[in-house]
């Protein structure tokens, strides 16, 4: 049996990294939405804070909801499934004990994710990351074409009852009108505004505690389209597109061209729809395609685009890549700016939409001048470094020779 070590630094693919350090602008232009005013409260209550009203606010959220909201998230979904392919598959290399080294990674994240979901922020996705990883145990030994056709049969299903449901609310709502029934909409608030602005770090914690309730009463929903792209960046890995980007250019090319081609109409339709027309339980349903085609199609489109766009210029490669290598300890740091910005300072519910982007850049930018900083000097990121002792129960070198 081999021994338990890690993956050596230089067996790392760059280009990885790279798409997924800017992935993490992605991930922080997504939630900034959430961590700078009350939108998920506004979901509940069918209203519209002023931060996000106007004509100048609602144009920059028809971008981000267009080209960035579910695009990105999807994105990173798509590289962990390809990064737990390239650790699953070198760890086989080293050891029998392939199993035991992914379930104290599994674990270890999870642990993470709720910890950053309770005690930071409610809108952690590690967690969900970590309980959906699980199944890749199952699908790691299954064919390529398998895991295809099954990620696929997934985004298909999702579709098909986004659709279903979308009808059917509208014929009940049809039907409401008709008899005089018309509902209400939904009844219920979380005080987020007042519970951030002027309640104690356990009022905040509590909030979060239950909003998590919520999103894992609601994860049903929501890990079939993980899964899914998880197969699919497992897919990616079981073939080699990755091993030798430049023996895949064309298939690059193609992807990019059908993912952006045919995700965009949707992403523009659905983010209409987010943006414009939020009040209407039909269309908030409706936009939910972003999440099962627009969504995956444009992840990929990214993904096919950026590594074709990594292949010309390297030097964007050793810009990106140390961010997207210390991907967890700045998808967490993130958290932190962004809650020292918005609820330590204040500002939460009171800075317009329009300037969500330029402030998101600005941290972005930061976190890469840190990460270029850090990873001159240690081996991993705080955070990976940890992760890294617990799943092969050993020290790793921090600092480096």
């Known amino acids: 049996m081999g021994e338990n070590n890690p993956i050596e630094f230089n067996k790392r693919i760059f280009e990885i990294d790279g798409i997924r350090g800017f992935a993490l602008l992605g991930i ?19 209203t519209r804070s002023e931060i996000y009203t106007g004509f100048w606010n609602e144009l920059s959220l028809f971008f981000i909801n267009t080209f960035i909201t579910t695009n990105f998230y ?8 390809l990064g737990f392919y390239i650790f699953l598959s070198r760890a086989e290399k080293k050891t029998q004990s392939t199993a035991a080294l992914f379930l104290r990674r599994i674990a270890l994240l999870l642990v993470f994710g709720l910890l950053h979901g309770i005690l930071l922020w409610y809108g952690d996705i590690l967690w ?12 790691y030994k299954f064919k390529p074409k398998v895991n295809l056709i099954i990620a696929v049969g997934l985004l298909s299903l999702s579709t098909i009852i986004v659709l279903l449901s979308s009808i059917g609310t509208y014929m009940m709502n049809m039907a409401a009108v008709n008899t005089g029934m018309e509902s209400e909409g939904y009844i219920f608030s979380l005080n987020m505004t ?28 929501v890990i079939p389209n993980v899964l899914a792209m998880f197969l699919l960046g497992l897919y990616a890995g079981q073939k080699g597109y990755f091993n030798n980007l430049r023996e895949h250019t064309g298939l690059l090319r193609k992807v990019a061209v059908i993912g952006i081609g045919v995700g965009l109409p949707v992403k523009i339709f659905t983010g209409y729809l987010t943006t414009y027309e939020g009040d209407d339980i039909v269309f908030v349903q409706l936009a939910q395609l972003s999440s099962t085609i627009g969504g995956p199609l444009m992840s ?25 290598q210390m991907a967890l300890t700045n998808y967490i740091g993130q958290t ?5 910005i918005f609820y330590v300072f204040g500002l939460f519910n ?13 941290v972005f930018i930061l976190q890469l001048i840190l990460s270029h900083f850090w990873m001159k000097y240690f081996s991993y990121g705080p955070l990976e470094w940890i992760w890294r002792n617990f799943t092969y129960l050993k020290m790793m070198p921090f600092r480096k020779r």
């Not at 969900?128 to 699908?139: I, M």
């Open 28 to 46: 922080l232009m997504m939630n900034i939405m959430s961590f700078a005013g009350p939108d998920l409260d506004d979901s509940f209550t069918s």
């Open 300 to 324: 990929l489109g990214y993904v096919a685009a950026l590594a074709l766009i990594l292949l010309k210029l390297p030097k964007l490669v050793r810009l990106l890549q140390p961010v997207g």
């Open 128 to 139: 969900t990351y970590a309980v959906t990883g699980l199944f890749l145990l199952l699908f």
């Open 194 to 221: 007042e519970t951030i602005l002027n309640g104690s770090y356990g009022d905040v914690v509590g909030m979060n505690a239950i909003i998590l309730g919520l999103s894992a009463a609601g994860a049903i929903f």
């Open 74 to 81: 999807t994105m990173f979904s798509f590289l962990f499934g």
């Open 336 to 340: 932190v700016i962004m809650l020292v």
């Open 350 to 362: 009171s800075i317009d939409a329009v300037w969500f982007i330029p402030i998101a850049t600005g």
